[in-house]
């Protein structure tokens, strides 16, 4: 068994820089095409010759990658979306779509110098009609749950960050904390529109392009096409729902993590999420009820873990949930206008982060379990925060087939991610050198990790692709197993040109 050992920094490059060897080189002369091809777009076009409006746009959320897209255009139409594309694919440029940019390994930027970069914030509208919803591809989380209460009340399946483009999010599985009784965010969709690579508009649903609609959801994150919009059916949450945080100490770790693990055999209707960290243990996450029936559907939790040190259980709407978790800050925090990230407001993520994952296909062992808390314990110097999300799945996400759509974690027991931030400064400037300890704690914690998970579960190592990690063993395989063969020939049948391509974009062959 061999382990990585390069550091993620200098694998990053290693690998990044292989990828771009091995993507066609952009011929003499294709900033000129480019620029004469997209001379009707006008100011949307952004090159390094405007360098004030370069500088600022050619950054996505983690400022760690400062890779120098050829052009980014702002598109504010699908029309825009359709130019670009066939304007890069005559110029052998690759295309890189960037919804809300959280991309965990820079592909909103192309993930290489030299990409055409498709800003889709301009695609921001959401519209309710009867119970469906059509959205941009544009729409961040947090407005487009705003929207959807605003429209009738509704919401949808989908993560707590508000700042998270529904584009990445969605073609990538999309799991939130109603994922247990909804299912993930592509089991919503209904259809897409989508720019292929020969610049056309096209209809993407279960009777139209049936194939690229099955690749989209799970393996769409860029590989095949532009998707513009989203048509997707939204929920109806319960009238009251109880939001809670609960939390422990580090010593509890063993204790609580056995009995949070059951959950997944308890209620649907219980969304929630476990942090580990320096600073202990923290259970949060919204029951779709009362208080007193989120009391009985959580007792055999309470019987079974040891006592918090604290909680806050709140009975609100749902929205008021979603603000709960989505950590906004600004003048009022508990104003739901704030979802729209509209200044003052912002997200309070950092902007410095490596991420992994691992996808675990049973009840998780104490071994595994003891090795959260032990490195859920150290705290390196230079982090502003390290932790451990662990998310129970099962539920709905199990209800839909693993082979009818590209997403193959269907039978997943919990996902981890793994998390490293440094300087969360939300005026932090970009291409700061890499906080080396922070990256060794992640290294090293993933390396005995993986033992442990290829002794106890798989020799094969599942990830989930929506934490995208170029470090992780075969990742071709670790994200989309048994589906690889049909998204290679999906693949060279909407793109044989290659024109949507990144380290990781699904290969032709």
Not at 258 to 280: I, T
Request: hydrophobic share 40%.
């Amino acid at each position: 068994m061999i382990m990585h050992t390069l550091g993620s920094a200098t694998l990053l490059l290693a690998i990044s820089s292989m990828a771009l060897a091995a993507a066609p080189t952009a011929p003499s002369g294709s900033s000129q095409q480019l620029a004469k091809c997209l001379k009707s777009l006008g100011s949307k076009v952004i090159t390094s010759a405007n360098s004030g409006a370069y500088e600022k746009e050619r950054y996505a959320f983690d400022l760690r990658y400062t890779f120098e897209p050829e052009v980014i255009v702002k598109a504010s139409s699908a029309a825009d979306v359709q130019l670009a594309v066939r304007c890069a694919k005559d110029a052998n440029v690759a295309v890189a779509p960037r919804s809300g940019g959280h991309s965990f390994e820079g592909y909103s930027i192309g993930g290489q110098d030299g990409s055409l970069v498709i800003d889709l914030a301009g695609l921001g509208t959401v519209k309710v009609t009867g119970s469906k919803a059509k959205v941009g591809a544009g729409v961040r989380l947090g407005k487009l749950y705003l929207e959807l209460f605003k429209q009738g009340g509704w919401t949808i399946n989908a993560g707590t960050c508000p700042s998270v483009g529904i584009g990445g999010h969605a073609l990538g599985g999309g799991f939130g904390l109603l994922s247990r009784k909804y299912g993930l965010l592509i089991d919503r969709i209904e259809e897409m529109e989508v720019v292929n690579a020969d610049g056309e508009l096209l209809k993407v649903s279960a009777t139209s392009h049936p194939d690229l609609f099955y690749a989209l959801r799970g393996a769409g994150g860029g590989s095949f096409g532009v998707v513009t919009s989203f048509t997707i059916k939204p929920v109806k949450p319960a009238s009251k729902v109880t939001s809670f945080t609960y939390e422990w100490n580090l010593s509890d770790n063993d204790d609580v993590l056995k009995a949070y693990l059951e959950f997944q055999k308890g209620s649907r209707d219980v969304g929630v999420e476990m942090n580990v960290a320096p600073d202990g243990l923290m259970m949060y996450g919204i029951f779709q009820g009362t208080k007193s029936q989120a009391a009985a559907a959580m007792k055999s939790f309470f019987n079974a873990a040891p006592k918090p040190r604290g909680s806050d259980v709140r009975e609100e709407r749902h929205i008021d949930a979603q603000l709960r978790f989505a950590f906004i800050s600004g003048p009022d925090p508990k104003n739901i206008e704030g979802l729209a990230l509209r200044p003052p407001y912002y997200p309070g993520d950092s902007r410095y982060t490596k991420g992994k994952s691992l996808v675990y296909p049973t009840m998780l062992k104490a071994s595994t379990i003891a090795l959260f808390g032990k490195w859920g314990a150290i705290k390196p110097k230079g982090m502003t925060a390290n932790y451990l999300i662990i998310d129970l799945w099962g539920g709905a996400v199990k209800d839909t087939s693993a082979s009818a759509t590209s997403f193959i974690h269907r039978d997943a027991y919990t996902v981890v991610e793994f998390v490293a931030e440094w300087d969360a400064n939300p005026k932090a400037k970009p291409g700061k050198p890499d906080c080396k300890p922070c990256l060794k704690w992640m290294d090293d914690m993933y390396e005995e990790l993986l033992a442990d998970y290829k002794e106890n579960y798989s020799e094969t190592v599942r990830g989930y692709q929506n934490y995208i990690d170029l470090d992780i063993p075969n990742w071709l395989e670790a994200y989309y197993g048994s589906a690889v063969p049909r998204l290679k020939q999906i693949k060279s049948t909407y793109d044989p040109s290659n024109v949507f391509r990144f380290p990781q974009s699904i290969p032709l062959e």
